[in-house]
């Protein structure tokens, strides 16, 4: 049987490598056509990469935790048939006199893009694998909560998740290794100094891998090439929340002041486009969008993730609130499809999730704006003259200065607080 190598595929969205999480197979295993052979963490995504072929498993090319570059070899497996080659597969040396399979570069693990005639033995990428179900899989958790596991010596295996489809979440790492201490009865102590002190301080060092390292990157890359500037502005949210419990009545959906802000700041991009743009630098241009794709900012296990609301101008308030739920959903479980993770034009993040009164957000590279929403929370306002106490929430405009100057930025800023100050305006949103 001949011996084919399987290279890690194109993954389609401008990544150049991607971090080995768990292998579904090992040296020897006999695997079936479309049988999950490994988990990878793409930087943006978990996506499982199918077999190719069926066979035997020749060898593995990389360990757990390393990171592979596109088109370099993944796995080699010891062909029992001719099934056709599909993305990132390629014959073996042996081979080199047979024609290649016709085929375009495909997304792993959300299909190919071409028809597939009928009978064809070709590779449906993200297909389910009956495999697995035999095998049992991996317990279904993000790489830093694996990492984590490993650290503190916890089997997975043994754990129930209690997120999203039974995924094993930080929190259950953590629970689990307190109450294994807590069974134990011990405590590590370090050296002392004989007056209590310790003798060194303990470090721990933690590899940038995976999302963690591409966050890192673009936000220095943000920092070091876009001149920042944030702009505040106190906006009195007694209509807005009004709003929302008018809507919520109507609909029986419960929603946030999210999607209303960002259905107002689209309107309010219409009017100053350069918000909704970015810099050329290679040809000293402005490029304004025509369309608008609204990423979200969002925290998950696998670190900062920027979902994206396309064509957001064209969705009333509550399909933008069902598409930030379930994006963001998507996200948090590790299931967000690559190309739903990338191509926004503005971006907004609610640091008011987590308490916070207003923030200074470093601009998603490499677009022009981003929005910061903060917490809605009762605060000291002027109303005709007197001080009453009213919801409130701070806006926070951090923006590129060389597509935007203060003034600018600063009308655009005031143009949203004012939609979200009056009622006729907020009323006139698409619902």
């Not at 295993?29 to 990878?40: C, G, M, P, R, T």
């Not at 593995?60 to 599909?86: F, Q, Y």
Request: net charge negative; aromatic share 2%; proline share 7%.
């Amino acid at each position: 049987m001949p011996v084919r190598e399987f290279l890690l595929p194109d993954l389609g969205e401008g990544l150049e490598d991607a971090e080995i999480v768990a292998w579904r197979v090992a040296e020897g295993d006999s695997v079936e056509l479309n049988q999950i052979l490994v988990e990878v963490n793409t930087a943006k995504a978990l996506v499982e990469v199918p077999a190719p072929w069926a066979g035997v498993v020749e060898k593995l090319h990389a360990n757990e935790g390393e990171m592979v570059k596109v088109g370099a070899p993944l796995v080699s497996i010891r062909v029992e048939d001719r099934t056709e080659v599909v993305a990132g597969a390629e014959p073996a040396a042996e081979e080199t006199g047979e024609p290649k399979a016709k085929r375009r570069a495909v997304l792993v693990g959300y299909g190919v893009e071409e028809e597939e005639p009928a009978g064809s033995s070709q590779v449906r990428l993200g297909a389910p694998a009956p495999a697995r179900e035999r095998r049992g899989g991996p317990v279904p958790a993000s790489p830093p909560v694996r990492r984590l596991a490993k650290e503190m010596g916890i089997d997975l295996a043994t754990l129930t998740g209690s997120g999203p489809g039974g995924r094993v979440t930080r929190e259950d790492v953590i629970k689990a290794g307190s109450t294994e201490t807590a069974a134990g009865g011990g405590v590590v102590a370090l050296p002392g100094t004989g007056d209590g002190r310790p003798a060194a301080e303990a470090v721990q060092r933690i590899p940038v891998k995976g999302t963690r390292r591409l966050i890192a990157e673009k936000m220095a890359r943000s920092a070091r090439e876009i001149p920042h500037v944030t702009t505040f502005l106190t906006v009195d949210a007694t209509h807005v929340q009004a709003f929302r419990a008018e809507l919520s009545k109507e609909t029986g959906e419960k929603i946030s002041p999210l999607p209303i802000v960002v259905r107002a700041l689209v309107d309010v991009c219409k009017r100053y486009p350069k918000l909704n743009s970015t810099f050329d630098a290679d040809r000293s241009e402005i490029v304004l969008h025509g369309r608008h794709h609204i990423g979200i900012a969002t925290d998950s296990e696998n670190g900062l993730l920027v979902p994206v609301v396309r064509d957001a101008d064209g969705k009333g308030i509550m399909a933008i609130a069902r598409e930030i739920a379930r994006l963001t959903d998507a996200a948090r479980a590790g299931r967000a499809k690559p190309n739903e993770l990338v191509g926004s034009t503005i971006t907004v993040t609610n640091v008011g999730t987590f308490g916070a009164e207003y923030g200074t957000p470093i601009i998603n590279h490499p677009e022009a704006a981003i929005l910061a929403l903060g917490v809605v929370e009762p605060r000291a306002l002027i109303v005709d003259g007197r001080v009453e106490a009213r919801p409130a929430v701070t806006l926070s405009l951090s923006f590129d200065h060389r597509v935007l100057d203060g003034a600018e930025a600063g009308r655009a800023l005031r143009a949203l607080g004012d939609v979200l100050e009056s009622p006729f305006r907020l009323g006139a949103l698409p619902r």
